[in-house]
């Protein structure tokens, strides 16, 4: 490791800042061991303008102290990786010079779901601080419960703004992942996702180098707005600076502050910053003004000679842009403030201390028990079930999504009806064009009965929503959201939740290329959030989720199921307590099947398949007679005894992994069965396609009319439109 270069200037306080005593520490978030370690890194006390910078980039939010310990067990190399894990965007090669970059916006809980939209600009400015113009947003959000009085007016007053703030920003809302349940009732949940497209030879460096370069802080200032459309304009100012060729590295700045971010570029080029505060135009005091996370707000390391040309380009746009400081050989951040007419420096830490070497701690870990007793749940063979297929495919957790996307505006979709498993979104330039495709999941119920399993089952639901598109997944980001961290079944939750990702990124060989976890005291839901990325090799590859030809053939392959409906929607509507033995999923055949999909789709044998997950199979074929606008004619598996209730329910409503409806025409049979098999994968044949009822023999015989019905309206009915 790199030592910096030790001290040589007196660091005074700012004239009317308050003495740093542990009390000021505490109160700030760091203990007393942390100051009595900075104390003795530095040899004397600290300033207030550096307690504060220290505080900020040693709290779990800017350290990960806690969940670090963790999250390093990650994989985060591969053959895709073009910018790989830190604490900004990720980027995945795509071919032929393309990459997509992935941004995550911190987790928003709470009531306050206008600003929990407004947090798309973090993941925003850090797709575009890598060079990338914004491709799209996605979200996940966790409400009530659909009987909740609050639930219906947090969903509308949510689709408002962020509706708002995508049409504000030019960037489409294109997918997400919207979940009610009961627990989030007093504490919704938000997390947003950026996506981009760069070509590599025109991305920037998340790095502060070449010595004597100036450090330009564009935007909006600290106090000004931070709306959409200042964003829309700090995108293309940006992107015309980068072609410039004047500009050598950027990050976003912001929670952490201009600190934050001058101290991430400088610890990524081995280097140092001075920074002038006086410059920020700010008149607040130092360890505010360095610490104010308001504004569109960007770091720039301009070429030495050219910051003229780049704040007069920003200011073009009506942006702010000043020039604040220069790049070091120090590897120490420096700031200076003016005392008496005169400057003077107010603060000078070691980047490694604030960044690098930030305290890392694994705290105790306690095993949740939960009751592992099966739902007892008993229907009626034949009028019951179809009953219930009815009403789960028009619950709010497996209804349609359409009233959300008009609301948000997100672009004209391929078909009407359910939507796919994954989205397909086009980007390219000069005539170059990639298809990039991404999903967005996350069971909460999972990771309540088995973290690491939930986790696992999590990062292969969501590749194995990309394959069956006939995309090939190459990376993804995570982001957990747990208890206190003082709490050890949090730990216990967070340590195993990190090891599932990591189990099923191995497995699938999918490097994590961003990361968050957000650890909240208080009774908070654990809540993980996956998003896949991947892309399609050719448009001809693509396949949905629809029914399409008649007389064609329905199998599911995969793992046919034990019949578990623990953590299932249609237990969930039933029972407030969640019990039962956790699903099993086992990698290893899930990376068969994963394999033999995506290899079936690429040889054009299938004319649809479908994942089958929340509702299990019956909500999978009833969607893919929707989407198809088509019916079906099946015949489940011959009954058990194992299943532990009546078999119809259990095969029809358990949400084991590992299971893909496909259908293919007849002709194909032969081949898709030798593929399956050579791959080993099994293959079970279940009917035809045809008619214009879902007929289920000796369970249902449901009008596809009717399905589309009770799916169509799930959202209206909620909020009563």
Do not use: H
């Given at each position: 490791m790199a030592v910096a270069k030790k001290q040589d200037t007196k660091v005074v306080p700012f004239p009317g800042d308050p003495d740093v005593t542990a009390e000021l520490a505490r109160a700030l978030g760091l203990s007393e061991a942390e100051l009595a370690r900075a104390h003795k890194e530095l040899g004397r006390a600290l300033t207030r303008a550096e307690l504060g910078v220290l505080a900020t980039m040693w709290s779990e939010p800017e350290s990960q102290k806690v969940a670090r310990a963790h999250t390093r067990r990650l994989p985060t190399t591969g053959s895709h990786v073009f910018k790989g894990l830190s604490d900004a965007a990720g980027a995945l090669e795509l071919?032929?010079?393309?990459?997509?970059?992935?941004?995550?916006?911190?987790?928003?809980?709470?009531?306050?779901?206008?600003?929990?939209?407004?947090?798309?600009?973090?993941?925003?400015r850090d797709v575009i601080a890598l060079g990338a113009r914004p491709l799209a947003l996605l979200d996940a959000v966790r409400l009530g419960a659909p009987d909740d009085a609050a639930t219906a007016p947090a969903l509308k007053q949510f689709a408002s703004a962020l509706g708002e703030y995508a049409r504000s920003a030019g960037v489409p809302v294109v997918s997400g992942d919207l979940k009610f349940e009961r627990r989030h009732g007093a504490q919704p949940l938000v997390q947003l996702i950026a996506l981009g497209v760069v070509r590599q030879d025109a991305a920037i460096e998340s790095r502060a180098t070449g010595l004597g370069n100036t450090v330009v802080c564009v935007g909006t200032p600290a106090d000004g707005p931070s709306d959409a459309l200042s964003l829309k304009r700090l995108t293309d100012a940006c992107l015309a600076a980068f072609r410039s060729g004047s500009v050598d590295g950027a990050h976003a700045v912001a929670a952490s502050g201009v600190a934050g971010a001058g101290l991430r570029l400088a610890e990524s080029g081995s280097t140092g910053l001075e920074l002038d505060l006086d410059s920020l135009g700010s008149s607040a005091p130092p360890h505010e003004s360095l610490a104010q996370s308001g504004g569109q707000r960007l770091l720039l390391i301009v070429k030495k000679g050219r910051e003229d040309g780049v704040v007069e380009l920003f200011r073009g746009h009506e942006l702010d842009a000043r020039v604040i400081g220069r790049v070091t050989n120090t590897e120490r951040l420096v700031a200076k403030a003016s005392i008496e007419g005169k400057q003077a420096v107010v603060l000078d830490l070691p980047v490694a201390l604030l960044t690098r070497d930030a305290p890392s701690y694994e705290r105790p870990a306690k095993a949740v028990q939960l009751d592992r007793t099966a739902p007892q749940i008993t229907l009626k063979r034949n009028e019951d079930a179809e009953t219930e297929l009815v009403r789960l495919l028009g619950s709010v957790n497996v209804g349609s999504r359409d009233w959300l996307l008009k609301k948000l505006e997100s672009g004209k979709r391929d078909t009407k009806g359910p939507l796919g498993d994954a989205v397909v979104l086009r980007a390219g330039e000069d005539g170059a064009e990639k298809l990039v495709v991404v999903a967005v999941d996350g069971n909460a119920r999972y990771l309540e009965l088995d973290p690491r399993q939930g986790a696992a089952m999590a990062v292969a639901e969501c590749a194995r929503n990309l394959v069956c598109v006939g995309a090939e997944p190459v990376g993804l980001a995570h982001a957990l959201t747990l208890g206190d961290s003082e709490q050890p079944e949090a730990m216990y939750r967070l340590s195993n939740a990190v090891d599932g990702v990591r189990d099923a990124c191995t497995a699938l060989k999918l490097p994590v290329i961003a990361s968050s976890v957000r650890l909240e005291p208080g009774d908070v839901p654990n809540t993980p959030v996956i998003a896949v990325v991947g892309h399609l090799r050719a448009a001809?590859?693509?396949?949905?989720?629809?029914?399409?030809?008649?007389?064609?053939?329905?199998?599911?392959?995969?793992?046919?199921?034990?019949?578990?409906?623990?953590?299932?929607?249609?237990?969930?509507?039933?029972?407030?307590?969640?019990?039962?033995?956790?699903?099993?999923?086992?990698?290893?055949?899930?990376?068969?099947?994963?394999?033999?999909?995506?290899?079936l789709a690429r040889e054009r044998l299938l004319t649809s398949a479908h994942d089958v997950s929340e509702g299990g199979l019956g909500i999978a074929l009833a969607e893919s007679c929707i989407a198809g606008h088509i019916g079906c004619s099946v015949e489940l598996a011959a009954p058990g005894e194992s299943t532990g209730g009546p078999d119809v329910l259990h095969q029809l409503f358990n949400e084991e992994p590992s299971r893909v409806v496909i259908s293919f025409p007849p002709e194909q049979r032969a081949k898709v069965q030798e593929r399956c098999n050579a791959l080993g994968v099994p293959f079970a044949f279940l009917g035809y396609v045809g008619g214009d009822t879902l007929e289920i023999e000796e369970v249902c015989d449901v009008p596809v009319q009717v399905l589309e019905e009770s799916h169509s309206r799930a959202l209206e009915r909620l909020v009563g439109e």
């Open positions: 071919g032929d010079g393309f990459c997509v970059v992935v941004g995550l916006g911190r987790a928003q809980i709470g009531s306050d779901l206008e600003a929990a939209a407004a947090s798309g600009s973090d993941a925003l001809e590859d693509r396949i949905g989720i629809g029914f399409g030809r008649q007389a064609d053939n329905i199998a599911l392959i995969g793992g046919q199921g034990s019949g578990n409906l623990a953590g299932s929607e249609f237990v969930a509507a039933r029972e407030k307590d969640l019990r039962g033995a956790a699903l099993a999923l086992d990698l290893g055949s899930e990376v068969k099947l994963q394999r033999a999909v995506l290899e």
